[in-house]
T-cell receptor
Framework: GQQVMQIPQYQHVQEGEDFTTYCNSS?????IQWYKQRPGGHPVFLIQ?????EVKKQKRLTFQFGEAKKNSSLHITATQTTDVGTYFC??????????????FGKGTKLSVIP | DTGVSQDPRHKITKRGQNVTFRCDPI?????LYWYRQTLGQGPEFLTY????????KSRLLSDRFSAERPKGSFSTLEIQRTEQGDSAMYLC??????????????FGPGTRLTVL
């Protein structure tokens, strides 16, 4: 079945440093979604990427979707303590049957040292 | 609050008991999803409804699990004869149901199940 791998599993950064998490799928994706989960909270949707090579920005966050639609990355510039949490990517596979089964990576847990 | 709601937020039960969770999606959303999340893992897909029809079920969903969405609005997830391995956070999500596969799923706060 489809697998989505995410690295690193943990990242500790000083406040103000940049942070990047990478996501790789074993199969070509229809789209990829990114979520943030704060400690004790639930996943909150950040963004969806659909097109090959797509790049989207949200303030200090930059999201990329690979040309082959099998990998993606999230980059945070100048991290702040409010960025703390676990960032998940979730891939939706191409499926002629119209599957909506999202496969989540294991997440990257970000800690920001003030 | 017009987000996804789940009830109860916490459930502690003894092994062998049955439990039922409820999810109320965002009102205009016609798709509803159930996920399970254990510590240190991402959410794992369990099942999905389009209106009242259950269209996909994961292989993770054993015979002890059943989900319903009788009127296409709220949904229930029942676990029969609970086992300690069922301890997890059960998350519900809903989406509008865009036909082009660009659905955005909005998650509820989850029900944390502890099986003793």
């Amino acid at each position: 079945g489809q697998q989505v791998m995410q690295i690193p599993q943990y990242q500790h950064v000083q406040e103000g440093e940049d942070f990047t998490t990478y996501c790789n799928s074993s199969t070509t994706l229809s789209n990829i979604q990114w979520y943030k989960q704060r400690p004790g909270g639930h996943p909150v949707f950040l963004i969806q990427l659909v097109k090959s090579g797509e790049v989207k920005k949200q303030k200090r966050l930059t999201f990329q979707f690979g040309e082959a639609k099998k990998n993606s990355s999230l980059h945070i510039t100048a991290t702040q303590t409010t960025d703390v949490g676990t960032y998940f990517c979730a891939g939706l596979p191409y499926s002629g049957a119209g599957s909506y089964q999202l496969t989540f990576g294991k997440g990257t847990k970000l800690s920001v040292i003030p | 609050d017009t987000g996804v709601s789940q009830d109860p937020r916490h459930k502690i039960t003894k092994r062998g008991q049955n439990v039922t969770f409820r999810c109320d999606p965002i009102s205009e959303h016609n798709r509803l999803y159930w996920y399970r999340q254990t510590l240190g893992q991402g959410p794992e897909f369990l099942t999905y409804f389009q209106n009242e029809a259950q269209l996909e079920k994961s292989r993770l969903l054993s015979d002890r699990f059943s989900a319903e969405r009788p009127k296409g609005s709220f949904s229930t997830l029942e676990i029969q004869r609970t086992e300690q391995g069922d301890s997890a956070m059960y998350l519900c999500a809903s989406s509008l149901g865009a036909g082009d596969g660009t659905d955005t799923q909005y998650f509820g706060p989850g029900t944390r199940l502890t099986v003793l």
